[in-house]
T-cell receptor, first 116, second 116 residues
Framework: DTAVSQTPKYLVTQMGNDKSIKCEQN?????MYWYKQDSKKFLKIMFS???????INETVPNRFSPKSPDKAHLNLHINSLELGDSAVYFC???????????????FGSGTQLSVL | AQSVTQPDIHITVSEGASLELRCNYS??????LFWYVQSPGQGLQLLLK??????LVQGIKGFEAEFKRSQSSFNLRKPSVHWSDAAEYFC??????????????FGTGTRLTIIP
């Protein structure tokens, strides 16, 4: 069983559309994350979420919103998609709430989003 | 602001040869340093990390890295590479953002190709 799984693996869509990427972890972890990897391979955190708080990277547009129906899922919703949103999006999880420095991150295999 | 530079975009090494991947960081305080590996079609996996103490850190899969404060470097090494080591390698530095949150800043990665 895949520890952190994302769907879909590839997503091609038109500008202006609204789309979602799903993420599930079966590790029983307390914290989940979304990262964005742009065309230059820079990997940046977008959100971290546990049952106590949502931490948002200050550079993330409010068109992006995480939704967590339960502890094992953190879905990424994107409204009014723009060309610049094209990237690979990675979901990750960690066991505790100790922060990205102290906790070991487990990553999904990524979702390649292409906005046309 | 913290940053990471991986000077080599792509490295090709013969199987059985030694490997060194370069990483330079910028951070005002004592850094937390990481190396992640991303195999094709997979998410990132933690290889090793440095927090404090011994500057030579051992990781999984036979990798090691050495922290050199005077050179602001954290180079990854392996004495003898295997074909399965072909992947993308990311160096990262952990610190505190302007908003007081922990964050990981990743380099742009080095793609490793292994030839027979």
């Amino acid at each position: 069983d895949t520890a952190v799984s994302q769907t879909p693996k590839y997503l091609v869509t038109q500008m202006g559309n609204d789309k979602s990427i799903k993420c599930e972890q079966n590790l029983g972890h307390d914290t989940m994350y979304w990262y964005k990897q742009d065309s230059k391979k820079f990997l940046k955190i977008m959100f971290s979420y546990n049952n106590k708080e949502l931490i948002i990277n200050e550079t993330v547009p409010n068109r992006f919103s995480p939704k967590s129906p339960d502890k094992a899922h953190l879905n990424l919703h994107i409204n009014s998609l723009e060309l610049g949103d094209s990237a690979v999006y990675f979901c990750a999880s960690s066991q505790g709430t100790g922060g990205v420095i102290n906790e070991k991150l487990f990553f999904g295999s990524g979702t390649q989003l292409s906005v046309l | 602001a913290q940053s990471v530079t991986q000077p080599d975009i792509h490295i090709t090494v013969s199987e059985g040869a030694s490997l060194e991947l370069r990483c330079n960081y910028s951070y005002g305080a004592t850094p937390y340093l990481f190396w992640y590996v991303q195999s094709p079609g997979q998410g990132l996996q933690l290889l090793l990390k440095y927090f404090s103490g011994d500057t030579l850190v051992q990781g999984i899969k036979g990798f090691e890295a050495e922290f050199k404060r005077s050179q602001s470097s954290f180079n990854l090494r392996k004495p003898s590479v295997h074909w399965s080591d072909a992947a993308e390698y990311f160096c990262a530095v952990g610190g505190i953002s302007n908003f007081g949150n922990e964050k990981l800043t990743f380099g742009t990665g080095t793609r490793l190709t292994i030839i027979p």
